[in-house]
């Protein structure tokens, strides 16, 4: 960490950066309209996802579980977690016992977590309603 | 000690009247009338062991908010003992006024009566400027219930233009308390808010004048001067009778009060090179509201305005300088707070027996109610400045002593005597002459007589032996025209 | 790590800890009073370490965190309130079977993401202290997730405080690119030379952008109305005490440790926000229907009296601009926690009593329930024997003696228009009854306005001792500037 901070005259190469990512994103979205095809006459065609001729079939959209996104979710979050612990791993002689300790701390409460997510059924796959068709078999 | 009772026993009393109205409708009635007979001889006390010379008959002071300086500082000179003792008067007068008209949740009324004059009278003890700010609030929260829960057909309106144009005027004075506290503590390094303290400050004339206009505009908004008077109207007509009998006969006084006990002394050159400004209002308040008074239709609203008027006179003669003016609207202030309190009733028990404050409406009720009739007539006349009666001697003391300040501006103020006895005679005519409206109209009882001959008697008192009230406030009077002597030049 | 840093980072690890437990509770048992009183449990032992703590104060607890008397102070404060919201929270979620009990882990860790806070020296901290609060608030403000309202408000928060948090974090790295140093300390250290870094400065404008967010100063208000009226109402209750109160005592940490008041640009900017947001909040709430609408707007311009007395109090002494913070954040908070209190204890989980006619006649169904509502917005308006009148006498007082007249006139007028909208509730209140039926009082939600409307009146006509409390708070950062 440098205390006396970056020049000013370092700082050009960020802002020419800065500008070149306007330009970019400007010429993208300015240059299509000239470029494409010009769409003077709008049919039902021109709506299809496919103008080729190929009529589309069904709705492009799908209603997806809410569980998917709990899992992804759920996967994010304990993947970053693993992200600490290996920071910690490299770190491990030089943190000694006190990073020993935080670290079972740290891990202490994402079990804790697990716990509970279990616990509620979050990590059950099942529908509220397949769970209950399943209870009713097993009386 | 005993000056703290004073709050404390009205504010007692309030608590107390909460649970009782829910048992019995004449508990709260009669505990008002215990906690005011309480206050009375409180009074009594003060009254039997001091002399009318000296300055401050009692005091106390006790620490408050140290950080800032500020105590609980209560005294009592003779001007707030005549005052405290008419708002303890027309304490009564409004509980007795209101026990028939008053029949829903009469206990949390009489709840709000009684923290308004608790409020009204800590307005005239209190001595550290934050203390008197603080009374000042306090008061207009259960008045504004009494507006806005008991009041007439446009009561929310009245009452928030009533609350909304005391409140802000009053930030404006709390900002010029602030501002002499703090020009106060540059020089000296002592925080302070108390009125003692404060009255050696050492202003430079800019700042006393801008720091003086704040606290003349709270003042003038709530006695209220031409201006800053249009919440006045609709806050009476709309008040119920208890509430308009406090709000003429004790509230606005607090206004007057502050003149003269803040505005004169605290600032005496500012409030001397601000005198003809000052005047001018009070005169043009003089004219103009006696001329709009004529102009109603609605008594309450007739009697609202002469209020305005009258208390012109009062502004006039606070800002005249010299002990006879000053003298004078001590007693207009006393006089008239008995006579509009008195004009209120009428006009409160006639809306009660009619539902109407319509004077069209009205006529021919002199053969009716022969009793009302003659009071409304003895009060008239007294409101128009009847020789032997209490507004005279004050109305002519404010016009000799400012005679002396200002000759054109006192001869248009005098017109007022004229513009009193047409709006006066106005009522007579047609609310109680002409052709009877009605067949059958009940006339005062005895409850209400009694009150009636109460004031009746202060009235005529105050105008047969007037010395007796300004021996009271003699040395105050003479305290403060010595200061605006010795300033002014 | 020494015992000392210990005992100073206790009411932290005592509320993670609590929260933990009460996660694990749920997992065990799911029992709502348990949960609740687990929590208080919580709430009471982080309380209860404030004393253990402050004796060490003030201490720099590695480069993050710095416990002094002036966030400890916060650290009281923010628990009391957190033990209110749950009082309230218990009144107003009781309906709601086995899926109620996660809000008090919620309340839990929001309440921990404040105290960290107001403790940080470091922009991470500050960065990870208002991330831990605003991420515990998007669940709270959807918590009643089969109502579109609560749903709605959620969404707005979490787009606007993540759009906040970018401008945030953009404001951090520059300032970090133009100074190279992240704690307040070290910023300050570079005070004085402040003026000639463009980048630096630029980047504390993007950090009080984000900070204007968080305290809805206008014009970054936009969320505040649909955000109150659509969250449950103790969560609002939360939203406007604790979460602005700590945002708010940040700033002032932040900003006087960064020596930002040396900068008159700075003090032109922050006044210029005062009075846009003080007269367009008093405006804005003129005309509004719902009760928490209209307290949404109050709380804009109550945000602008606070910035008014941050200015002024800024340019004369910065103890008295602490003291001043401090007690006006501990009368606002009381204060809020009164009104929403009174609008939770009348609404549940299935219906808000949110529009200004359900409070029609309040005062003849529910006397004391109205008494409470009534003393609150009295106080909201800074009339005296409420503790909010205290509040804008200190104000006043700084405005006053610091000659800020813009600014002073700016309160009067705003003041002015304030008490007719408070007014205007009070007036509905009284209105004859008739409407509605009585109201019966969740006994958890009675008391909490008991205490609330308790502290509202003792430290309106008695104010010396919270004067102290918020007086003896030393001074907040190290000064960079002593030799």
Same mark, same amino acid.
């Given at each position: 960490?440098?205390?006396?901070?970056?020049?000013?005259?370092?700082?050009?190469?960020?802002?020419?950066?800065?500008?070149?990512?306007?330009?970019?994103?400007?010429?993208?979205?300015?240059?299509?309209?000239?470029?494409?095809?010009?769409?003077?006459?709008?049919?039902?065609?021109?709506?299809?996802?496919?103008?080729?001729?190929?009529?589309?079939?069904?709705?492009?959209?799908? +209603?997806? #579980?809410?569980?998917?996104?709990? /899992?992804? $979710?759920?996967?994010? =979050?304990?993947? !970053?977690? *693993?992200?600490?612990?290996?920071?910690?791993?490299?770190?491990? +002689?030089? #943190?000694?016992?006190?990073?020993? /300790?935080? $670290?079972?701390?740290? =891990?202490?409460? !994402?079990? *804790?977590?697990?716990?509970?997510?279990?616990?509620?059924?979050?990590?059950?796959?099942?529908?509220?309603?397949?769970?209950? $068709?399943?209870?009713? =078999?097993?009386? | 000690?005993?000056?703290?009772?004073?709050?404390?026993?009205?504010?007692?009393?309030?608590?107390?009247?909460?649970?009782?109205?829910?048992?019995?409708?004449?508990?709260?009635?009669?505990?008002?009338?215990?906690?005011?007979?309480?206050?009375?001889?409180?009074?009594?006390?003060?009254?039997?062991?001091?002399?009318?010379?000296?300055?401050?008959?009692?005091?106390?002071?006790?620490?408050?908010?140290?950080?800032?300086?500020?105590?609980?500082?209560?005294?009592?000179?003779?001007?707030?003992?005549?005052?405290?003792?008419?708002?303890?008067?027309?304490?009564?007068?409004?509980?007795?006024?209101?026990?028939?008209?008053?029949?829903?949740?009469?206990?949390?009324?009489?709840?709000?009566?009684?923290?308004?004059?608790?409020?009204?009278?800590?307005?005239?003890?209190?001595?550290?400027?934050?203390?008197?700010?603080?009374?000042?609030?306090?008061?207009?929260?259960?008045?504004?219930?009494?507006?806005?829960?008991?009041?007439?057909?446009?009561?929310?309106?009245?009452?928030?233009?009533?609350?909304?144009?005391?409140?802000?005027?009053?930030?404006?004075?709390?900002?010029?308390?602030?501002?002499?506290?703090?020009?106060?503590?540059?020089?000296?390094?002592?925080?302070?808010?108390?009125?003692?303290?404060?009255?050696?400050?050492?202003?430079?004339?800019?700042?006393?004048?801008?720091?003086?206009?704040?606290?003349?505009?709270?003042?003038?908004?709530?006695?209220?001067?031409?201006?800053?008077?249009?919440?006045?109207?609709?806050?009476?007509?709309?008040?119920?009778?208890?509430?308009?009998?406090?709000?003429?006969?004790?509230?606005?006084?607090?206004?007057?009060?502050?003149?003269?006990?803040?505005?004169?002394?605290?600032?005496?050159?500012?409030?001397?090179?601000?005198?003809?400004?000052?005047?001018?209002?009070?005169?043009?308040?003089?004219?103009?509201?006696?001329?709009?008074?004529?102009?109603?239709?609605?008594?309450?609203?007739?009697?609202?305005?002469?209020?305005?008027?009258?208390?012109?006179?009062?502004?006039?003669?606070?800002?005249?300088?010299?002990?006879?003016?000053?003298?004078?609207?001590?007693?207009?202030?006393?006089?008239?707070?008995?006579?509009?309190?008195?004009?209120?009733?009428?006009?409160?028990?006639?809306?009660?027996?009619?539902?109407?404050?319509?004077?069209?409406?009205?006529?021919?009720?002199?053969?009716?109610?022969?009793?009302?009739?003659?009071?409304?007539?003895?009060?008239?006349?007294?409101?128009?400045?009847?020789?032997?009666?209490?507004?005279?001697?004050?109305?002519?003391?404010?016009?000799?002593?400012?005679?002396?300040?200002?000759?054109?501006?006192?001869?248009?103020?005098?017109?007022?005597?004229?513009?009193?006895?047409?709006?006066?005679?106005?009522?007579?005519?047609?609310?109680?002459?002409?052709?009877?409206?009605?067949?059958?109209?009940?006339?005062?009882?005895?409850?209400?007589?009694?009150?009636?001959?109460?004031?009746?008697?202060?009235?005529?008192?105050?105008?047969?032996?007037?010395?007796?009230?300004?021996?009271?406030?003699?040395?105050?009077?003479?305290?403060?025209?010595?200061?605006?002597?010795?300033?002014?030049? | 790590?020494?015992?000392?840093?210990?005992?100073?980072?206790?009411?932290?690890?005592?509320?993670?800890?609590?929260?933990?437990?009460?996660?694990?509770?749920?997992?065990?048992?799911?029992?709502?009073?348990?949960?609740?009183?687990?929590?208080?449990?919580?709430?009471?032992?982080?309380?209860?370490?404030?004393?253990?703590?402050?004796?060490?104060?003030?201490?720099?607890?590695?480069?993050?965190?710095?416990?002094?008397?002036?966030?400890?102070?916060?650290?009281?404060?923010?628990?009391?309130?957190?033990?209110?919201?749950?009082?309230?929270?218990?009144?107003?979620?009781?309906?709601?079977?086995?899926?109620?009990?996660?809000?008090?882990?919620?309340?839990?860790?929001?309440?921990?993401?404040?105290?960290?806070?107001?403790?940080?020296?470091?922009?991470?901290?500050?960065?990870?202290?208002?991330?831990?609060?605003?991420?515990?608030?998007?669940?709270?403000?959807?918590?009643?997730?089969?109502?579109?309202?609560?749903?709605?408000?959620?969404?707005?928060?979490?787009?606007?405080?993540?759009?906040?948090?970018?401008?945030?974090?953009?404001?951090?790295?520059?300032?970090?690119?133009?100074?190279?140093?992240?704690?307040?300390?070290?910023?300050?250290?570079?005070?004085?030379?402040?003026?000639?870094?463009?980048?630096?400065?630029?980047?504390?404008?993007?950090?009080?952008?984000?900070?204007?967010?968080?305290?809805?100063?206008?014009?970054?208000?936009?969320?505040?109305?649909?955000?109150?009226?659509?969250?449950?109402?103790?969560?609002?209750?939360?939203?406007?005490?604790?979460?602005?109160?700590?945002?708010?005592?940040?700033?002032?940490?932040?900003?006087?440790?960064?020596?930002?008041?040396?900068?008159?640009?700075?003090?032109?900017?922050?006044?210029?926000?005062?009075?846009?947001?003080?007269?367009?909040?008093?405006?804005?709430?003129?005309?509004?229907?719902?009760?928490?609408?209209?307290?949404?707007?109050?709380?804009?311009?109550?945000?602008?009296?606070?910035?008014?007395?941050?200015?002024?109090?800024?340019?004369?002494?910065?103890?008295?601009?602490?003291?001043?913070?401090?007690?006006?954040?501990?009368?606002?908070?009381?204060?809020?926690?009164?009104?929403?209190?009174?609008?939770?204890?009348?609404?549940?989980?299935?219906?808000?009593?949110?529009?200004?006619?359900?409070?029609?006649?309040?005062?003849?169904?529910?006397?004391?329930?109205?008494?409470?509502?009534?003393?609150?917005?009295?106080?909201?308006?800074?009339?005296?024997?409420?503790?909010?009148?205290?509040?804008?006498?200190?104000?006043?007082?700084?405005?006053?003696?610091?000659?800020?007249?813009?600014?002073?006139?700016?309160?009067?007028?705003?003041?002015?228009?304030?008490?007719?909208?408070?007014?205007?509730?009070?007036?509905?209140?009284?209105?004859?009854?008739?409407?509605?039926?009585?109201?019966?009082?969740?006994?958890?939600?009675?008391?909490?306005?008991?205490?609330?409307?308790?502290?509202?009146?003792?430290?309106?006509?008695?104010?010396?001792?919270?004067?102290?409390?918020?007086?003896?708070?030393?001074?907040?950062?190290?000064?960079?500037?002593?030799?």
């Amino acid at each position: 960490m440098s205390s006396a901070g970056v020049p000013h005259t370092d700082l050009w190469p960020l802002l020419l950066y800065f500008e070149l990512v306007l330009v970019v994103v400007g010429t993208m979205l300015a240059l299509p309209p000239f470029l494409g095809e010009r769409r003077t006459r709008r049919t039902p065609a021109t709506e299809q996802p496919y103008e080729s001729g190929i009529v589309a079939v069904g709705s492009s959209q799908l +209603r997806f #579980s809410v569980r998917f996104y709990l /899992i992804a $979710i759920f996967f994010v =979050i304990f993947d !970053l977690e *693993a992200v600490f612990i290996f920071a910690w791993a490299i770190a491990f +002689r030089e #943190s000694g016992w006190p990073g020993y /300790i935080e $670290i079972l701390i740290f =891990i202490g409460v !994402l079990v *804790a977590t697990l716990v509970y997510l279990w616990r509620i059924g979050a990590l059950d796959w099942r529908t509220p309603r397949q769970r209950g $068709i399943e209870a009713t =078999i097993h009386q | 000690m005993i000056l703290l009772w004073l709050i404390l026993v009205p504010l007692i009393g309030g608590l107390l009247s909460l649970p009782a109205g829910r048992r019995r409708d004449n508990a709260p009635r009669w505990l008002a009338l215990a906690a005011l007979a309480g206050e009375t001889a409180l009074l009594l006390a003060v009254f039997a062991d001091t002399v009318p010379e000296s300055t401050w008959l009692a005091q106390i002071d006790w620490a408050w908010i140290p950080r800032f300086g500020i105590r609980i500082h209560l005294a009592l000179d003779g001007l707030s003992l005549l005052l405290i003792a008419l708002t303890v008067f027309l304490g009564f007068v409004a509980v007795l006024c209101s026990w028939t008209e008053i029949r829903e949740r009469p206990g949390f009324f009489h709840f709000n009566l009684l923290w308004t004059l608790a409020g009204v009278i800590g307005v005239f003890l209190a001595l550290d400027l934050f203390l008197f700010f603080f009374f000042w609030e306090v008061m207009l929260i259960p008045m504004y219930l009494l507006i806005g829960i008991w009041g007439h057909e446009n009561r929310a309106y009245a009452a928030m233009k009533f609350f909304i144009f005391t409140q802000v005027s009053g930030l404006l004075m709390l900002i010029a308390i602030l501002a002499l506290v703090f020009l106060h503590y540059q020089t000296t390094r002592t925080l302070s808010f108390d009125y003692f303290e404060l009255l050696e400050a050492d202003l430079y004339p800019g700042a006393a004048r801008w720091i003086m206009l704040g606290f003349f505009v709270a003042f003038t908004v709530k006695l209220p001067a031409v201006p800053f008077h249009t919440w006045l109207p609709d806050a009476h007509t709309q008040a119920p009778t208890g509430g308009s009998v406090l709000l003429a006969g004790v509230l606005l006084k607090t206004g007057a009060y502050g003149l003269l006990r803040f505005v004169i002394p605290l600032f005496p050159g500012a409030a001397q090179d601000f005198a003809p400004f000052a005047m001018t209002l009070g005169a043009v308040s003089i004219l103009y509201a006696a001329k709009l008074a004529f102009a109603q239709t609605d008594l309450k609203r007739l009697i609202a305005y002469t209020s305005v008027s009258h208390m012109g006179f009062v502004l006039l003669g606070a800002f005249a300088g010299n002990a006879q003016a000053l003298q004078g609207a001590v007693m207009t202030m006393l006089a008239h707070g008995v006579s509009a309190a008195a004009l209120f009733m009428v006009a409160g028990a006639l809306q009660e027996r009619l539902h109407t404050r319509d004077m069209d409406a009205m006529g021919g009720l002199w053969t009716l109610t022969p009793r009302i009739g003659a009071i409304t007539l003895f009060f008239s006349v007294a409101a128009l400045g009847m020789p032997g009666l209490g507004n005279f001697v004050g109305e002519f003391l404010v016009l000799l002593g400012s005679f002396r300040v200002d000759t054109v501006l006192t001869a248009f103020a005098a017109l007022g005597l004229i513009l009193a006895p047409v709006y006066a005679l106005y009522v007579m005519q047609r609310a109680f002459h002409g052709p009877a409206s009605r067949h059958e109209v009940r006339d005062f009882g005895l409850r209400e007589m009694g009150v009636m001959l109460c004031l009746v008697t202060a009235t005529a008192w105050m105008g047969l032996h007037p010395q007796s009230m300004l021996a009271y406030t003699d040395a105050m009077m003479n305290g403060l025209t010595r200061t605006l002597a010795q300033r002014g030049t | 790590m020494t015992a000392d840093a210990l005992t100073a980072l206790l009411p932290f690890i005592v509320l993670s800890a609590a929260a933990v437990a009460v996660m694990l509770a749920i997992a065990i048992r799911r029992s709502f009073r348990l949960v609740f009183w687990l929590t208080v449990g919580g709430l009471l032992a982080g309380l209860s370490t404030l004393p253990h703590a402050s004796p060490v104060a003030p201490l720099q607890v590695t480069d993050l965190l710095r416990i002094d008397a002036y966030g400890l102070f916060f650290h009281a404060l923010f628990l009391l309130s957190a033990l209110v919201v749950a009082l309230l929270c218990l009144a107003y979620f009781r309906r709601r079977e086995n899926e109620n009990e996660e809000i008090f882990v919620l309340l839990l860790t929001s309440t921990l993401g404040a105290l960290l806070l107001v403790s940080s020296a470091h922009l991470a901290m500050f960065f990870l202290g208002l991330e831990v609060l605003t991420i515990s608030l998007f669940p709270m403000i959807a918590y009643s997730v089969r109502a579109s309202r609560p749903l709605e408000a959620g969404i707005k928060y979490l787009l606007l405080s993540g759009l906040a948090s970018s401008f945030l974090m953009f404001g951090m790295a520059l300032v970090y690119g133009d100074l190279g140093v992240l704690s307040f300390e070290q910023i300050g250290a570079h005070g004085a030379e402040l003026e000639q870094k463009p980048l630096a400065l630029a980047g504390l404008f993007l950090i009080l952008a984000a900070i204007g967010f968080k305290l809805s100063l206008v014009p970054f208000h936009l969320w505040t109305p649909d955000v109150y009226q659509g969250a449950p109402a103790p969560v609002t209750a939360f939203l406007a005490t604790v979460s602005k109160a700590s945002v708010f005592a940040l700033l002032l940490r932040f900003f006087t440790a960064a020596h930002a008041e040396r900068s008159e640009t700075f003090l032109c900017v922050l006044g210029l926000l005062a009075v846009v947001s003080i007269l367009a909040g008093n405006l804005l709430a003129l005309l509004q229907v719902s009760l928490k609408r209209l307290l949404a707007y109050s709380s804009i311009a109550h945000m602008g009296y606070l910035l008014t007395g941050f200015v002024a109090a800024g340019l004369l002494r910065r103890d008295l601009q602490t003291e001043t913070i401090a007690f006006y954040l501990a009368a606002y908070t009381v204060t809020s926690l009164a009104a929403f209190g009174a609008i939770s204890a009348l609404s549940d989980d299935d219906r808000e009593s949110d529009r200004l006619s359900d409070y029609a006649g309040l005062f003849w169904r529910s006397p004391w329930l109205a008494a409470v509502l009534t003393l609150s917005l009295l106080s909201l308006a800074g009339i005296p024997l409420t503790v909010g009148f205290v509040g804008k006498f200190y104000v006043f007082a700084v405005g006053v003696q610091a000659e800020t007249w813009p600014l002073v006139a700016t309160v009067v007028i705003g003041s002015g228009i304030g008490i007719y909208y408070y007014l205007r509730v009070v007036l509905t209140m009284i209105q004859p009854a008739g409407v509605g039926q009585r109201v019966t009082l969740h006994p958890a939600a009675g008391t909490a306005l008991a205490a609330a409307a308790l502290v509202i009146l003792a430290a309106g006509l008695f104010p010396q001792p919270l004067i102290d409390a918020a007086a003896n708070v030393p001074q907040p950062p190290p000064t960079a500037d002593s030799p």
